[in-house]
């Protein structure tokens, strides 16, 4: 099936900005809805971004709208999440998963990485 890899976290200061990348491996990437995840320290997994297949349908957390763009590049088997104007409270593990339905609920989705850790400093 499909295995994926985020890169991209670090430390940043607040206002700045980073570009998260979810690189996946397997022929069929291009048929998964792939959305974002992070997770804080002490706090529940919450949804960030979501993105269908072909990369026409968006959505987001309203607490990242407008900071924040999920893209894809299907030719290069990655999906990306642009985050700028970055606050502290941003600070949070992030994770991509990819699923065969558009959803905001991280149990639709089968498929997930690692994780990569965005530190916003204040």
């Known amino acids: 099936q499909v295995q994926l890899v985020e890169s991209g976290g670090g430390l940043v200061q607040a206002g700045g900005s980073l570009r998260l990348s979810c690189a996946a491996s397997?022929?069929?990437?291009?048929?998964?809805?792939v959305a974002w995840f992070r997770q804080a320290q002490g706090k529940e997994r919450e949804f960030v971004a979501v993105i269908n297949w072909s990369g026409v349908s968006t959505g987001y957390a309203g607490s990242v709208k407008g900071r924040f763009t999920i893209s894809r590049d299907n030719a290069k088997n990655t999906v990306y999440l642009q985050m700028n104007s970055l606050e502290p409270e941003d600070t949070a593990v992030y994770y991509c998963?990819?699923?065969?339905?558009?959803?905001?609920?991280?149990?639709?989705?089968?498929?997930w990485g690692q994780g990569t850790l965005v530190t916003v400093s204040s």
């Open positions: 998963a990819a699923g065969g339905t558009y959803a905001y609920n991280s149990r639709a989705y089968n498929t």
């Open positions: 397997g022929r069929t990437f291009s048929d998964y809805a």
